[in-house]
């Protein structure tokens, strides 16, 4: 059954009515453009095929409550009165609540049914589908237009300041505005966005190696802090503002391994810009290349892939139908994203994943993913 149904289904067995709106919220991947979000850089990610559903009925009593297929623990709470952040999926919910309520907005309480195929931690960004889909649901039943990069910019702050994770406005930007069969280049200093064209006939494949960054590894901060003094060392306040020649010129006197991570942000920024022309030009082969070279440029410059990520980009890379495949992600384990030939996609990602388990006896998961449009109440 699709989730669409599902979530309408299980809100008529416990409401006895149909729901006043269905919700759908994706989740997203980065095609290219990676650790150049907080050096105010350029990033392209895309919605994929796969979301947070919410369907729901207006309340009169200023409270919200949901109930998520894939929890145990309901939630239920009043907006007037969010106590402080607590533990457990609710938080999402809470804090894109307090971060309207903190930008002026007039919220009304509402009640439903949530479920998602977007797996969780897979860095497929499952939290921000589920902040997207909370600030419609407010959005839907107080009758107000959507906003995409105000919900975004919503979405970071409950994840910064309710929920205490430290990320980028990137995946609740992509979840809020997408388009179908497009990425989203997307301007991190100013949030302007461009609509690019995937280029015609082909699948994006997201292979998880199946490997995790452990959360007391300090590799992303390390990385933000080498590129914050790596910016002061060429007088510019972030890495955006650096060009080739300015950073060939000035280098001397500069540590080797900071000089690696401000040649990755350089090049990488450079490589977005390229690979948009590439997809604007419907050329997969130049576009590819752009993401191989991402890869390389994550591995030797910036160093956060792992064992594992570089084994998989390399599989996908050589095996038959791979235009380019690249980490994705913020790195240490997760995800490599593949742009391959759509009539191949099947079986690249058989093959690939047989490969992969024959050297790690680990199973890949594999999601095969179209472009799908941003945040948006479904009709009927
Ligand atoms: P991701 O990379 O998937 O965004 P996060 O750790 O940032 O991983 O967010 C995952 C969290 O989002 C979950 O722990 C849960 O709190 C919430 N979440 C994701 N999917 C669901 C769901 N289907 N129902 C309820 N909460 C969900
Ligand atoms: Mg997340």
């Not at 850089?41 to 796969?50: E, K, L, S, T, Y």
């Not at 690019?196 to 007391?216: A, E, G, Q, W």
């Amino acid at each position: 059954m699709n989730l669409k149904k599902l979530v309408q289904q299980r809100f008529e067995e416990k409401f006895g009515e149909q729901p006043a709106f269905v919700i759908r919220a994706p989740g997203r991947v980065n095609l290219i453009g990676e650790h150049t979000d907080y050096n105010d850089g350029f990033v392209m990610p895309m919605a994929i095929d796969r979301a947070v559903w919410l369907a729901i009925r207006p309340r009169e009593d200023g409270r919200v409550s949901a109930h998520s297929l894939e929890m145990d623990d309901p939630i239920d709470f009043e907006i007037s009165n969010l106590g402080k952040p607590g533990q457990g999926w609710g938080e999402y919910v809470k804090g894109v609540t307090w971060a309207l309520l903190e930008e002026g907005f007039e919220l009304s309480g509402w009640e439903g049914v949530l479920t998602s195929d977007i797996p969780v931690g897979a860095g497929l960004s499952s939290s921000a589908a589920l902040e997207m889909a909370t600030a419609m649901a407010f959005m839907a039943i107080s009758n107000t237009e959507w906003n995409a990069p105000q919900m975004a910019r919503i979405g970071q702050r409950a994840e910064n300041d309710w929920a205490g994770a430290n990320t980028g406005i990137m995946d609740q930007m992509i979840s809020a505005s997408a388009a179908q069969d497009h990425a989203l280049m997307i301007d991190c200093r100013d949030l302007s966005t461009q609509l690019v064209p995937l280029p015609p006939k082909t699948s994006i494949v997201i292979l998880d190696t199946m490997t995790r960054h452990t959360h007391t590894g300090s590799g992303y901060n390390d990385r933000r802090n080498e590129c914050e003094a790596a910016a002061k060392h060429f007088g510019v306040e972030f890495l955006r503002d650096l060009d080739k020649v300015t950073l060939q010129k000035n280098s001397i006197g500069l540590d080797k391994t900071l000089l690696r991570r401000a040649i990755h942000v350089v090049s990488e920024n450079d490589r977005v810009i390229q690979a948009m022309s590439a997809m604007q030009n419907q050329d997969p082969h130049i576009m590819g290349l752009f993401m191989n070279a991402s890869h390389d440029s994550l591995r030797d410059n910036f160093e956060v892939t792992n064992r594992d990520l570089d084994l998989m980009a390399a599989l996908a890379q050589e095996t038959k139908g791979c235009y380019g495949a690249r980490m994705t992600g913020g790195g240490f384990g997760g995800c490599v994203v593949a742009l391959v030939q759509e009539e191949q996609a099947e079986r690249f990602a058989t093959e690939v994943a047989a490969d992969y388990f024959n050297v790690t006896d680990m199973q890949p998961h594999i999601y095969i993913c179209k472009a799908t449009g941003g945040t948006e109440v479904v009709k009927n």
